[in-house]
């Protein structure tokens, strides 16, 4: 049971953590309520109607900022969509030949912060190919894809290899 009586209604719950010192510091009667009690806070909702302030780090690595109305803002994980993308490899396209695919990629500047969540398939399955680093090119992630050497000549086996998926960019600090 609570010990104020607004804890339920009125700022934002807090966990505190106190060490008790030794019992002739506090009377039990007042140890057991901030034991019981139902800590919360009150920040203020924006930097001019309260006697405080409240800021947001400067630090260099910091991502969460004031926004024009003084409210904390951070950025979210933005999701991507990466529309299904396909391309062959003939017949003629020999081993280490790169076949380019590309998929729109909006908004994306920076693949050092973007988890790729991309599904590859093969048609066959079992076909020898390599997939390129990804690369960043304009609003487009640009993979070369390649046939690996084997014991075939041409005329080689066709290969289609078709990619879609998503991105998920994380936030970073600004530069």
Same mark, same amino acid.
Not at 69 to 91: H, N
Not at 106 to 120: C, E, K, T
């Given at each position: 049971m609570a010990v104020n009586q607004d804890s339920e209604t009125s700022g934002v719950p807090v966990r505190v953590y106190f060490t008790p010192q030794a019992s002739a510091c506090l009377p039990p009667s007042l140890m057991d309520a901030f034991i019981r009690a139902n800590w919360r806070v009150d920040i203020p909702t924006t930097t001019t109607t309260s006697s405080g302030t409240i800021r947001a780090?400067?630090?260099?690595?910091?991502?969460?900022?004031?926004?024009? &109305?003084?409210?904390?803002?951070?950025?979210? %994980?933005?999701?991507?969509? =990466?529309?299904? /993308?396909? !391309?062959?490899?003939?017949?003629?396209?020999?081993?280490?030949?790169?076949?380019?695919?590309?998929?729109?990629?909006?908004?994306?500047?920076?693949?050092?912060?973007?988890?790729?969540?991309?599904?590859?398939?093969? &048609?066959?399955?079992?076909?020898?190919?390599? %997939?390129?680093?990804?690369? =960043?090119?304009? /609003?487009? !992630?640009?993979?070369?894809?390649y046939r690996i050497a084997t014991t075939d000549t041409d005329p080689f086996d066709e290969i289609i290899v078709r990619g879609s998926g998503r991105l998920f960019v994380i936030p970073s600090p600004p530069t």
């Open positions: 780090s400067t630090l260099q690595d910091n991502i969460t900022s004031i926004d024009s &109305e003084g409210a904390v803002y951070t950025p979210g %994980i933005v999701k991507v969509e =990466l529309q299904e /993308q396909a !391309i062959t490899l003939t017949t003629t396209t020999g081993p280490g030949v790169p076949v380019e695919v590309a998929f729109d990629a909006p908004g994306v500047s920076d693949l050092q912060n973007a988890l790729r969540n991309i599904d590859w398939t093969f &048609e066959p399955p079992e076909a020898p190919v390599n %997939i390129g680093p990804a690369r =960043l090119v304009g /609003q487009q !992630i640009r993979y070369s894809i």
